[in-house]
């Protein structure tokens, strides 16, 4: 199976902060890459799909990059309600969808 | 707007049958081109994906957990299930339902639960 490698596990950042998640993976997945925003007691959100693709509604500060095994997800400027924690996951495999082991954003 | 809302108890004693129930709103379960998942995260961890169900009923299981999983559908009731057997401890974890539409080959979750907390403990 293919593994998901986030880091860092923990990221302490400032409103206004330029916040970057990285996501490495096992084997190349093309870009066959999504992020996610989990927060406690609410329904996970789609950030990120396609590597690069902004799903719609989501603020335009969010953004992803990458191909193969190395990905990141950027925020240009952290909003009070991005404090959540990020989770990537591939779907190259078809037979098993995987994901990170998820990256916290915590206030400094 | 598609919604879904995860349902069950929220204790399950070991050894025993975890069953939880996804509804969906919004939009059928039976219409489109779609993909109906269940994903769970133990507390403190990361998130697993458990399996998923075509609207035909066929189904596709992680290999870690295939030998104690059952999803079925209830196209009647807009509804899919879960079914996990021989829980331990190691099964407690917030279970979510999600939706992958693969219209474009692309496989990510678009529509999420909130999830439901199950503890295994007797």
């Known amino acids: 199976d293919i593994q998901m490698t986030q880091s860092p596990s923990t990221l302490s950042a400032s409103v206004g902060d330029k916040v970057t998640i990285t996501c490495r993976a096992s084997q190349s997945i093309s870009t066959y890459l999504a992020w996610y925003q989990l927060k406690p007691g609410k329904a996970p959100k789609l950030l990120i799909y396609k590597a690069s693709s902004l799903q719609s509604g989501v603020p335009s500060r969010f953004s992803g990059s990458g191909s193969g095994t190395e990905f990141t997800l950027t925020i240009s400027s952290l909003q009070p309600d991005d404090f959540a924690t990020y989770y990537c996951q591939q779907y190259n495999t078809f037979s098993e969808w995987t994901f990170g082991q998820g990256t916290k954003v915590e206030i400094k | 707007q598609v919604q879904l809302q995860e349902s069950g108890p929220g204790l399950v004693k070991p050894s025993q049958t975890l069953s939880l129930t996804c509804t969906v709103s919004g939009g059928s379960i039976s219409s489109g081109t779609y993909y109906w998942s269940w994903i769970r995260q133990p507390a403190g961890k990361g998130l697993e994906w458990i399996g998923r169900?075509?609207?035909?009923?066929?189904?596709d299981y992680n290999p870690s957990l295939k030998s104690r999983v059952t999803i079925s559908v209830d196209t009647s009731k807009n509804q899919f299930s879960l079914k996990l057997s021989s829980v331990t401890a190691a099964d407690t974890a917030v279970y979510y339902c999600?939706?992958?539409?693969?219209?474009?080959?692309?496989?990510?979750?678009?529509?999420w639960g909130q999830g439901t907390v199950v503890t295994v403990s007797s």
């Open positions: 169900i075509y609207t035909s009923g066929s189904t």
């Open positions: 999600a939706r992958t539409d693969y219209g474009d080959y692309e496989y990510y979750f678009d529509y």
